[in-house]
Protein backbone atom coordinates (compact mmCIF):
# COMPACT_ATOMS: atom_id res chain seq x y z
CA UNK A 1 0.00 0.00 0.00
CA UNK A 2 1.19 3.03 -0.94
CA UNK A 3 1.99 5.79 1.28
CA UNK A 4 0.04 8.99 0.61
CA UNK A 5 1.68 11.47 -0.93
CA UNK A 6 3.68 14.33 1.29
CA UNK A 7 2.21 18.04 0.91
CA UNK A 8 4.97 19.66 -1.02
CA UNK A 9 6.89 22.84 1.17
CA UNK A 10 5.81 26.20 0.18
CA UNK A 11 7.74 27.95 -1.24
CA UNK A 12 9.06 31.60 -2.47
CA UNK A 13 9.08 32.99 -5.84
CA UNK A 14 12.24 34.62 -7.07
CA UNK A 15 10.45 36.83 -9.13
CA UNK A 16 8.02 37.71 -6.85
CA UNK A 17 10.50 38.71 -4.45
CA UNK A 18 12.66 40.40 -7.20
CA UNK A 19 9.18 42.93 -8.32
CA UNK A 20 8.76 43.25 -4.71
CA UNK A 21 12.44 44.58 -3.95
CA UNK A 22 12.61 46.79 -6.97
CA UNK A 23 9.20 48.21 -5.97
CA UNK A 24 10.67 48.98 -2.86
CA UNK A 25 13.89 50.81 -3.85
CA UNK A 26 12.28 52.94 -6.80
CA UNK A 27 9.44 54.11 -3.55
CA UNK A 28 12.07 54.83 -1.42
CA UNK A 29 13.86 56.70 -4.33
CA UNK A 30 10.68 58.14 -5.32
CA UNK A 31 9.96 59.30 -1.82
CA UNK A 32 13.68 61.17 -1.66
CA UNK A 33 14.23 62.74 -5.28
CA UNK A 34 10.90 64.34 -5.12
CA UNK A 35 11.11 67.84 -4.43
CA UNK A 36 9.15 67.97 -0.92
CA UNK A 37 6.46 70.93 -1.72
CA UNK A 38 2.94 71.12 -1.83
CA UNK A 39 2.12 70.89 -5.60
CA UNK A 40 1.96 74.19 -8.22
CA UNK A 41 -1.25 75.01 -9.28
CA UNK A 42 0.10 74.43 -12.71
CA UNK A 43 -0.18 70.72 -12.55
CA UNK A 44 -3.89 71.17 -11.94
CA UNK A 45 -5.50 68.33 -13.61
CA UNK A 46 -2.58 66.33 -14.71
CA UNK A 47 -1.42 63.00 -13.87
CA UNK A 48 1.67 64.43 -12.59
CA UNK A 49 -0.46 65.65 -8.92
CA UNK A 50 -1.09 61.46 -8.80
CA UNK A 51 2.69 60.54 -9.28
CA UNK A 52 3.34 63.23 -6.98
CA UNK A 53 0.94 61.88 -3.99
CA UNK A 54 2.35 58.74 -4.52
CA UNK A 55 5.62 59.79 -4.08
CA UNK A 56 4.54 60.88 -0.39
CA UNK A 57 4.88 64.31 -0.99
CA UNK A 58 1.51 65.99 -1.68
CA UNK A 59 -0.61 67.17 1.00
CA UNK A 60 -3.92 65.30 0.63
CA UNK A 61 -5.94 68.10 2.43
CA UNK A 62 -4.77 71.35 0.59
CA UNK A 63 -6.75 74.32 -1.16
CA UNK A 64 -6.08 72.61 -4.33
CA UNK A 65 -8.66 72.60 -7.08
CA UNK A 66 -7.39 68.79 -8.24
CA UNK A 67 -8.26 67.93 -4.73
CA UNK A 68 -11.36 67.22 -6.23
CA UNK A 69 -10.53 65.39 -9.16
CA UNK A 70 -10.82 65.83 -12.48
CA UNK A 71 -14.42 66.02 -12.92
CA UNK A 72 -15.09 67.22 -9.13
CA UNK A 73 -14.14 70.31 -9.92
CA UNK A 74 -16.59 71.55 -12.05
CA UNK A 75 -19.66 69.17 -9.62
CA UNK A 76 -18.82 70.71 -6.57
CA UNK A 77 -17.52 74.20 -7.48
CA UNK A 78 -20.79 74.94 -9.73
CA UNK A 79 -24.12 76.50 -9.22
CA UNK A 80 -25.53 75.77 -12.73
CA UNK A 81 -28.08 73.20 -14.19
CA UNK A 82 -25.37 71.35 -16.11
CA UNK A 83 -24.01 70.46 -12.59
CA UNK A 84 -27.13 69.38 -10.82
CA UNK A 85 -27.08 67.10 -13.77
CA UNK A 86 -23.55 65.86 -13.41
CA UNK A 87 -24.44 65.06 -9.79
CA UNK A 88 -27.38 63.06 -11.10
CA UNK A 89 -25.05 61.16 -13.06
CA UNK A 90 -22.30 60.56 -10.90
CA UNK A 91 -24.74 60.38 -8.08
CA UNK A 92 -26.28 57.64 -9.71
CA UNK A 93 -23.60 55.71 -10.67
CA UNK A 94 -22.46 55.30 -7.22
CA UNK A 95 -25.72 54.07 -6.19
CA UNK A 96 -25.83 51.70 -8.12
CA UNK A 97 -22.10 50.55 -7.40
CA UNK A 98 -23.77 50.48 -3.63
CA UNK A 99 -26.71 48.44 -4.64
CA UNK A 100 -24.60 46.09 -6.41
CA UNK A 101 -21.75 45.80 -3.89
CA UNK A 102 -24.32 44.88 -1.63
CA UNK A 103 -25.53 42.18 -4.26
CA UNK A 104 -21.78 40.46 -4.75
CA UNK A 105 -21.40 40.03 -0.62
CA UNK A 106 -24.04 37.53 -0.73
CA UNK A 107 -22.39 35.50 -3.71
CA UNK A 108 -21.67 31.65 -1.46
CA UNK A 109 -19.76 30.53 -4.25
CA UNK A 110 -20.33 28.73 -7.97
CA UNK A 111 -23.73 29.65 -9.02
CA UNK A 112 -26.28 32.31 -9.56
CA UNK A 113 -26.79 34.05 -5.41
CA UNK A 114 -30.23 34.12 -4.11
CA UNK A 115 -31.69 37.77 -3.00
CA UNK A 116 -34.01 37.05 -0.37
CA UNK A 117 -36.18 39.43 1.23
CA UNK A 118 -33.84 40.41 3.95
CA UNK A 119 -31.12 41.41 1.33
CA UNK A 120 -33.24 43.86 -0.48
CA UNK A 121 -34.86 45.92 2.97
CA UNK A 122 -30.85 45.91 3.54
CA UNK A 123 -29.73 47.43 0.66
CA UNK A 124 -32.73 49.55 0.19
CA UNK A 125 -31.73 51.38 3.96
CA UNK A 126 -28.59 50.89 3.32
CA UNK A 127 -27.28 52.35 0.04
CA UNK A 128 -29.80 55.76 0.13
CA UNK A 129 -28.35 56.72 3.14
CA UNK A 130 -24.86 56.48 2.22
CA UNK A 131 -25.51 58.45 -0.64
CA UNK A 132 -27.67 60.96 1.33
CA UNK A 133 -25.03 61.70 3.05
CA UNK A 134 -22.65 62.17 -0.03
CA UNK A 135 -24.73 64.86 -1.34
CA UNK A 136 -25.08 66.36 1.87
CA UNK A 137 -21.22 67.33 2.38
CA UNK A 138 -18.84 69.71 1.69
CA UNK A 139 -17.92 68.21 -1.74
CA UNK A 140 -19.69 65.63 -3.61
CA UNK A 141 -18.96 62.56 -2.05
CA UNK A 142 -17.42 62.91 1.19
CA UNK A 143 -14.51 60.57 2.93
CA UNK A 144 -17.52 58.73 4.71
CA UNK A 145 -19.06 57.61 1.93
CA UNK A 146 -16.47 56.95 -0.42
CA UNK A 147 -14.66 55.03 2.31
CA UNK A 148 -17.20 52.66 2.57
CA UNK A 149 -17.60 52.56 -1.44
CA UNK A 150 -13.19 51.67 -1.03
CA UNK A 151 -13.70 49.10 1.69
CA UNK A 152 -16.40 47.16 -0.18
CA UNK A 153 -14.60 47.21 -3.83
CA UNK A 154 -11.53 45.51 -1.86
CA UNK A 155 -13.60 43.27 -0.18
CA UNK A 156 -15.32 41.91 -3.15
CA UNK A 157 -11.93 41.50 -5.52
CA UNK A 158 -10.72 39.53 -2.52
CA UNK A 159 -13.28 37.06 -2.31
CA UNK A 160 -14.35 36.65 -5.93
CA UNK A 161 -12.64 34.49 -8.15
CA UNK A 162 -11.38 35.90 -11.33
CA UNK A 163 -12.72 33.11 -13.35
CA UNK A 164 -16.00 32.63 -12.16
CA UNK A 165 -17.21 36.04 -11.74
CA UNK A 166 -15.22 38.07 -14.51
CA UNK A 167 -18.30 40.33 -15.12
CA UNK A 168 -18.23 41.23 -11.23
CA UNK A 169 -14.86 41.93 -10.86
CA UNK A 170 -15.22 44.35 -13.84
CA UNK A 171 -18.07 46.63 -12.65
CA UNK A 172 -15.95 46.77 -9.54
CA UNK A 173 -13.23 48.41 -11.43
CA UNK A 174 -15.42 50.77 -12.94
CA UNK A 175 -16.89 51.86 -9.52
CA UNK A 176 -13.55 52.50 -8.63
CA UNK A 177 -12.92 54.45 -11.48
CA UNK A 178 -15.47 56.46 -11.24
CA UNK A 179 -14.74 57.28 -7.43
CA UNK A 180 -11.55 58.15 -9.03
CA UNK A 181 -13.04 60.88 -11.58
CA UNK A 182 -15.12 62.47 -9.20
CA UNK A 183 -11.93 62.48 -5.84
CA UNK A 184 -8.67 63.18 -7.66
CA UNK A 185 -7.11 61.63 -4.32
CA UNK A 186 -8.80 58.21 -4.26
CA UNK A 187 -6.36 57.48 -7.64
CA UNK A 188 -3.45 57.63 -4.80
CA UNK A 189 -5.61 54.93 -2.02
CA UNK A 190 -6.54 52.59 -5.09
CA UNK A 191 -3.60 52.67 -6.79
CA UNK A 192 -1.30 50.79 -3.56
CA UNK A 193 -4.24 48.11 -3.43
CA UNK A 194 -3.93 47.40 -7.27
CA UNK A 195 -0.31 46.91 -6.63
CA UNK A 196 -0.97 44.59 -3.84
CA UNK A 197 -3.38 42.68 -5.91
CA UNK A 198 -0.29 42.31 -8.48
CA UNK A 199 1.97 41.69 -5.87
CA UNK A 200 -0.89 38.16 -4.92
CA UNK A 201 -0.50 36.85 -7.67
CA UNK A 202 3.26 37.26 -8.77
CA UNK A 203 5.10 36.40 -5.52
CA UNK A 204 3.78 33.47 -4.45
CA UNK A 205 2.46 31.03 -6.08
CA UNK A 206 2.30 27.87 -4.04
CA UNK A 207 3.39 29.64 -0.60
CA UNK A 208 0.90 31.84 1.72
CA UNK A 209 1.13 35.83 0.73
CA UNK A 210 -0.61 36.64 4.02
CA UNK A 211 2.35 37.57 5.94
CA UNK A 212 4.70 40.22 3.57
CA UNK A 213 1.07 41.58 2.25
CA UNK A 214 -0.07 42.19 5.81
CA UNK A 215 3.48 43.92 6.54
CA UNK A 216 3.24 46.15 3.38
CA UNK A 217 -0.16 47.34 3.55
CA UNK A 218 0.60 48.15 7.50
CA UNK A 219 3.58 50.18 6.12
CA UNK A 220 1.08 51.83 3.51
CA UNK A 221 -1.66 52.30 5.77
CA UNK A 222 0.84 54.23 8.13
CA UNK A 223 2.42 56.34 5.09
CA UNK A 224 -1.03 57.49 4.11
CA UNK A 225 -2.92 57.77 7.13
CA UNK A 226 0.29 60.23 8.99
CA UNK A 227 -0.58 62.39 5.94
CA UNK A 228 2.95 61.30 3.99
CA UNK A 229 5.20 62.43 6.54
CA UNK A 230 6.61 59.04 7.90
CA UNK A 231 10.40 61.17 7.68
CA UNK A 232 9.01 63.93 9.54
CA UNK A 233 8.64 62.67 13.31
CA UNK A 234 6.62 65.78 14.62
CA UNK A 235 3.71 64.76 12.04
CA UNK A 236 3.67 61.32 12.41
CA UNK A 237 3.58 61.88 16.33
CA UNK A 238 0.50 64.25 15.95
CA UNK A 239 -0.73 61.78 12.90
CA UNK A 240 -0.44 58.57 15.29
CA UNK A 241 -1.97 60.06 18.10
CA UNK A 242 -5.03 61.36 16.35
CA UNK A 243 -5.17 57.86 14.63
CA UNK A 244 -5.21 56.63 17.79
CA UNK A 245 -7.88 58.28 19.55
CA UNK A 246 -10.12 57.47 17.09
CA UNK A 247 -10.45 54.45 19.67
CA UNK A 248 -9.92 55.70 22.94
CA UNK A 249 -12.82 58.71 22.52
CA UNK A 250 -14.68 56.84 20.22
CA UNK A 251 -18.14 59.22 19.99
CA UNK A 252 -17.49 62.29 21.18
CA UNK A 253 -19.02 64.74 18.82
CA UNK A 254 -19.13 68.67 19.03
CA UNK A 255 -22.46 69.49 16.84
CA UNK A 256 -26.25 67.85 16.18
CA UNK A 257 -24.63 66.95 12.85
CA UNK A 258 -21.73 64.96 13.42
CA UNK A 259 -23.53 63.55 16.01
CA UNK A 260 -26.10 62.48 13.60
CA UNK A 261 -24.01 61.39 10.74
CA UNK A 262 -21.19 59.31 13.37
CA UNK A 263 -24.35 57.67 14.61
CA UNK A 264 -25.90 56.81 11.41
CA UNK A 265 -22.41 55.32 9.94
CA UNK A 266 -22.21 53.42 13.24
CA UNK A 267 -25.62 51.33 12.64
CA UNK A 268 -24.48 51.04 8.83
CA UNK A 269 -21.21 49.37 9.82
CA UNK A 270 -23.14 47.41 12.37
CA UNK A 271 -25.35 46.15 9.51
CA UNK A 272 -22.49 45.64 7.22
CA UNK A 273 -20.68 43.87 10.14
CA UNK A 274 -24.03 41.43 10.48
CA UNK A 275 -24.48 40.76 6.52
CA UNK A 276 -20.62 40.32 6.13
CA UNK A 277 -20.44 38.00 9.04
CA UNK A 278 -23.66 36.30 7.96
CA UNK A 279 -22.09 34.88 4.41
CA UNK A 280 -18.33 34.89 5.66
CA UNK A 281 -18.01 30.87 6.33
CA UNK A 282 -20.04 28.29 8.58
CA UNK A 283 -17.64 28.54 11.87
CA UNK A 284 -19.01 30.83 14.02
CA UNK A 285 -15.51 32.20 15.49
CA UNK A 286 -14.91 33.67 11.75
CA UNK A 287 -18.31 35.58 11.70
CA UNK A 288 -17.48 36.74 15.08
CA UNK A 289 -14.05 38.09 14.00
CA UNK A 290 -14.65 39.57 10.69
CA UNK A 291 -17.64 41.03 12.07
CA UNK A 292 -15.63 42.91 15.06
CA UNK A 293 -13.55 44.45 12.45
CA UNK A 294 -16.03 45.85 10.68
CA UNK A 295 -17.48 47.18 13.79
CA UNK A 296 -14.25 49.02 14.25
CA UNK A 297 -14.04 49.95 10.81
CA UNK A 298 -17.77 51.99 11.76
CA UNK A 299 -16.02 53.60 14.84
CA UNK A 300 -13.05 54.98 13.13
CA UNK A 301 -15.62 56.65 10.45
CA UNK A 302 -17.72 57.69 13.02
CA UNK A 303 -14.58 59.17 14.60
CA UNK A 304 -13.64 61.18 11.16
CA UNK A 305 -16.10 64.04 11.34
CA UNK A 306 -13.99 66.44 12.74
CA UNK A 307 -10.38 64.86 13.82
CA UNK A 308 -8.52 65.29 10.43
CA UNK A 309 -4.82 65.82 10.03
CA UNK A 310 -4.07 67.45 6.56
CA UNK A 311 -6.44 65.49 5.06
CA UNK A 312 -9.78 64.19 3.74
CA UNK A 313 -8.76 60.32 3.70
CA UNK A 314 -7.07 59.94 7.15
CA UNK A 315 -8.75 57.83 9.54
CA UNK A 316 -10.67 55.88 6.70
CA UNK A 317 -7.25 55.01 5.33
CA UNK A 318 -5.93 53.64 7.97
CA UNK A 319 -8.76 51.38 8.71
CA UNK A 320 -9.55 50.06 5.09
CA UNK A 321 -5.58 49.10 4.63
CA UNK A 322 -5.19 47.98 8.55
CA UNK A 323 -8.08 46.18 9.49
CA UNK A 324 -9.95 44.97 6.38
CA UNK A 325 -6.92 43.21 5.25
CA UNK A 326 -6.90 41.90 9.15
CA UNK A 327 -10.14 40.75 8.00
CA UNK A 328 -8.89 38.73 5.07
CA UNK A 329 -6.30 37.17 6.45
CA UNK A 330 -8.38 36.38 9.59
CA UNK A 331 -10.65 34.59 6.69
CA UNK A 332 -7.52 32.22 5.57
CA UNK A 333 -5.41 31.97 9.16
CA UNK A 334 -6.04 30.10 12.04
CA UNK A 335 -8.65 31.24 14.63
CA UNK A 336 -6.45 31.93 17.29
CA UNK A 337 -3.89 33.88 15.35
CA UNK A 338 -6.16 36.12 14.00
CA UNK A 339 -7.86 36.97 17.37
CA UNK A 340 -4.21 37.70 19.18
CA UNK A 341 -3.87 39.80 15.85
CA UNK A 342 -6.58 42.23 16.52
CA UNK A 343 -5.78 42.40 20.25
CA UNK A 344 -2.30 43.34 19.68
CA UNK A 345 -3.50 46.26 17.12
CA UNK A 346 -5.94 47.16 19.91
CA UNK A 347 -3.61 47.20 22.65
CA UNK A 348 -0.48 48.15 21.18
CA UNK A 349 -2.81 51.75 19.31
CA UNK A 350 -4.51 52.22 22.75
CA UNK A 351 -1.14 51.76 24.75
CA UNK A 352 0.04 54.69 21.70
CA UNK A 353 -2.51 57.40 21.98
CA UNK A 354 -1.60 57.17 26.38
CA UNK A 355 2.28 57.43 25.39
CA UNK A 356 1.89 60.36 23.04
CA UNK A 357 -0.65 62.29 25.36
CA UNK A 358 2.32 63.38 27.02
CA UNK A 359 4.76 63.98 24.38
CA UNK A 360 2.33 65.76 21.62
CA UNK A 361 -0.07 68.68 23.48
CA UNK A 362 -3.37 69.46 22.62
CA UNK A 363 -3.33 72.61 20.11
CA UNK A 364 -5.42 73.98 17.74
CA UNK A 365 -4.56 73.83 14.36
CA UNK A 366 -2.85 77.03 13.72
CA UNK A 367 -0.24 75.91 16.58
CA UNK A 368 -0.39 72.60 15.47
CA UNK A 369 1.41 74.40 12.27
CA UNK A 370 3.75 76.29 14.18
CA UNK A 371 4.58 73.53 16.25
CA UNK A 372 5.35 71.07 13.21
CA UNK A 373 7.19 74.25 11.80
CA UNK A 374 9.86 74.53 14.63
CA UNK A 375 10.67 71.11 14.80
CA UNK A 376 8.14 69.64 17.36
CA UNK A 377 10.12 71.29 20.20
CA UNK A 378 7.76 70.73 22.79
CA UNK A 379 10.23 71.41 25.55
CA UNK A 380 11.29 74.92 25.07
CA UNK A 381 7.97 75.84 23.53
CA UNK A 382 5.17 75.62 25.61
CA UNK A 383 1.71 75.85 24.42
CA UNK A 384 1.29 79.16 26.01
CA UNK A 385 4.61 80.55 24.04
CA UNK A 386 2.85 79.03 20.68
CA UNK A 387 -0.31 80.78 21.36
CA UNK A 388 1.48 83.98 21.64
CA UNK A 389 3.35 83.50 18.85
CA UNK A 390 0.70 82.86 16.51
CA UNK A 391 -1.08 86.12 17.49
CA UNK A 392 1.55 88.16 17.10
CA UNK A 393 1.89 86.34 13.44
CA UNK A 394 -1.54 86.94 13.08
CA UNK A 395 -1.70 91.05 13.89
CA UNK A 396 1.36 91.09 11.76
CA UNK A 397 -0.22 89.87 8.67
CA UNK A 398 -3.46 90.90 9.31
CA UNK A 399 -1.79 94.60 9.34
CA UNK A 400 -0.26 93.80 6.20
CA UNK A 401 -2.67 92.46 3.84
CA UNK A 402 -5.75 93.93 3.20
CA UNK A 403 -8.25 91.33 1.36
CA UNK A 404 -11.44 92.75 0.56
CA UNK A 405 -14.57 91.27 -1.37
CA UNK A 406 -13.76 92.68 -4.61
CA UNK A 407 -10.66 90.48 -5.06
CA UNK A 408 -13.09 87.66 -5.51
CA UNK A 409 -14.75 89.68 -8.13
CA UNK A 410 -11.69 90.01 -9.64
CA UNK A 411 -10.93 85.62 -9.59
CA UNK A 412 -14.33 85.26 -11.44
CA UNK A 413 -14.58 88.23 -13.75
CA UNK A 414 -10.86 87.44 -15.00
CA UNK A 415 -12.37 83.87 -15.08
CA UNK A 416 -15.09 84.49 -16.83
CA UNK A 417 -13.75 87.30 -19.16
CA UNK A 418 -10.67 85.11 -20.26
CA UNK A 419 -12.43 81.71 -19.89
CA UNK A 420 -10.17 80.00 -17.71
CA UNK A 421 -10.51 76.84 -16.25
CA UNK A 422 -8.34 77.98 -13.43
CA UNK A 423 -7.17 81.66 -11.64
CA UNK A 424 -4.58 80.96 -9.80
CA UNK A 425 -5.55 84.00 -7.40
CA UNK A 426 -5.63 83.64 -3.79
CA UNK A 427 -9.81 84.83 -2.83
CA UNK A 428 -10.02 83.66 0.26
CA UNK A 429 -12.07 86.06 2.35
CA UNK A 430 -9.84 86.99 5.37
CA UNK A 431 -6.32 88.51 5.02
CA UNK A 432 -5.37 86.56 8.24
CA UNK A 433 -6.40 83.25 6.61
CA UNK A 434 -4.93 83.99 3.32
CA UNK A 435 -1.12 84.98 5.05
CA UNK A 436 -1.33 82.00 6.73
CA UNK A 437 -1.46 79.62 4.33
CA UNK A 438 0.58 81.14 2.01
CA UNK A 439 2.96 83.92 1.17
CA UNK A 440 1.71 86.64 -1.52
CA UNK A 441 4.07 86.20 -4.51
CA UNK A 442 5.77 89.82 -4.81
CA UNK A 443 4.46 89.28 -8.69
CA UNK A 444 0.74 89.84 -9.96
CA UNK A 445 -0.91 86.49 -9.75
CA UNK A 446 -0.53 83.98 -12.66
CA UNK A 447 -3.39 83.06 -14.61
CA UNK A 448 -2.73 79.46 -16.52
CA UNK A 449 -5.02 80.14 -19.44
CA UNK A 450 -7.46 76.76 -20.57
CA UNK A 451 -9.79 77.19 -23.22
CA UNK A 452 -13.01 75.19 -21.92
CA UNK A 453 -16.47 75.08 -23.93
CA UNK A 454 -18.57 74.60 -20.74
CA UNK A 455 -16.93 77.18 -18.88
CA UNK A 456 -17.15 79.79 -21.63
CA UNK A 457 -21.21 79.32 -22.14
CA UNK A 458 -21.13 79.08 -18.09
CA UNK A 459 -19.63 82.21 -17.91
CA UNK A 460 -21.69 84.52 -20.49
CA UNK A 461 -24.43 84.11 -18.35
CA UNK A 462 -22.30 85.71 -15.24
CA UNK A 463 -20.70 87.60 -17.19
CA UNK A 464 -24.78 89.34 -18.49
CA UNK A 465 -25.38 89.19 -14.77
CA UNK A 466 -22.10 90.86 -13.48
CA UNK A 467 -22.62 93.73 -16.16
CA UNK A 468 -26.54 94.30 -14.72
CA UNK A 469 -25.67 94.31 -11.26
CA UNK A 470 -22.86 97.05 -11.32
CA UNK A 471 -21.41 98.81 -14.40
CA UNK A 472 -18.51 98.05 -16.14
CA UNK A 473 -16.66 101.21 -15.78
CA UNK A 474 -17.38 101.20 -11.91
CA UNK A 475 -16.46 98.02 -11.70
CA UNK A 476 -13.03 98.40 -13.48
CA UNK A 477 -12.01 101.15 -11.23
CA UNK A 478 -13.10 99.03 -8.17
CA UNK A 479 -10.31 96.38 -9.46
CA UNK A 480 -7.64 98.79 -10.32
CA UNK A 481 -7.55 100.26 -6.79
CA UNK A 482 -7.85 97.08 -4.70
CA UNK A 483 -4.95 95.40 -7.33
CA UNK A 484 -2.58 98.86 -5.73
CA UNK A 485 -3.72 98.44 -2.58
CA UNK A 486 -3.06 94.55 -3.18
CA UNK A 487 0.49 95.30 -5.29
CA UNK A 488 1.36 97.75 -2.21
CA UNK A 489 0.49 95.03 0.89
CA UNK A 490 2.66 92.84 -1.03
CA UNK A 491 5.75 94.22 -1.42
CA UNK A 492 5.15 95.75 2.10
CA UNK A 493 4.88 91.97 3.28
CA UNK A 494 8.06 91.05 1.41
CA UNK A 495 10.24 93.62 2.78
CA UNK A 496 10.29 93.21 6.16
CA UNK A 497 10.10 89.79 7.94
CA UNK A 498 10.77 90.28 11.90
CA UNK A 499 9.06 88.11 14.11
CA UNK A 500 7.05 86.18 11.16
CA UNK A 501 10.41 84.86 10.03
CA UNK A 502 11.69 83.52 13.43
CA UNK A 503 7.73 82.06 14.28
CA UNK A 504 7.40 80.31 10.63
CA UNK A 505 10.13 78.93 9.28
CA UNK A 506 8.40 78.82 5.46
CA UNK A 507 8.55 82.23 5.07
CA UNK A 508 10.11 83.74 2.13
CA UNK A 509 13.52 84.92 1.73
CA UNK A 510 15.16 87.61 0.12
CA UNK A 511 16.49 85.68 -2.10
CA UNK A 512 13.51 83.73 -2.94
CA UNK A 513 12.20 86.85 -4.80
CA UNK A 514 13.23 85.92 -7.74
CA UNK A 515 11.55 82.78 -7.91
CA UNK A 516 9.04 82.23 -10.68
CA UNK A 517 5.70 80.73 -10.02
CA UNK A 518 5.41 77.68 -11.86
CA UNK A 519 7.75 77.04 -8.78
CA UNK A 520 6.12 75.06 -5.79
CA UNK A 521 5.78 77.75 -2.86
CA UNK A 522 6.94 75.72 -0.18
CA UNK A 523 10.53 74.17 -0.47
Known sequence: ?????????????????????????????????????????????????????????????????????????????????????????FGGLLLLGVYWQMFLLRFRGPGAPT????????????????????????????DGATSLMLALCMVNLVRLDATEHRTARLFIAATLATL??????????????????????????????????????????????????LVDLPSFLW????????????????GALHRQTRMAFLALSVLLALRYADSAGPSKSDRAIVGFVFLVLGLMLTKHGTDRFDGHVFSPTFTLFALSLMSFIAARTSRRAALLSVAAVLVSVITLNYALKSQVPDMSAQERRLWIARGGDVISQSREQLRLAGKLRNIQEEQKTPLTVSWQILARACRMSLRLQTVDIYSYKQGA???????????????????????????????????????????????????????????????????????????????????????????
Not at 184 to 192: D, H, R, S, Y
Not at 239 to 254: L, N, R, V
Open 115 to 142: LTVRDAVFFLVFAPLAVTYAFCGRILFP
Open 1 to 89: MKAAPQEQPKRVSIAGLTLLALGAIAFVLLNNLWPYSTPSRALDGSWAYVLHALAGKAHFGSELVFTYGPLGFLIAHGDTPDTYLWRLV
Open 239 to 254: AMKEISSGFTTGMQAD
Open 433 to 523: VLARKVQLPPSPPYFRVTRSPWLAKRNQGFWHRRQRQAGFSSLLIRLIKDWRRWKTASLGLNSSHGTACEVDSRCWSSASRSRTLDTPLYH
Open 180 to 229: ALVKGTLIAIIAPFMILMVIRRACFRRGSWDAPIAALAFFLALWLATGNH
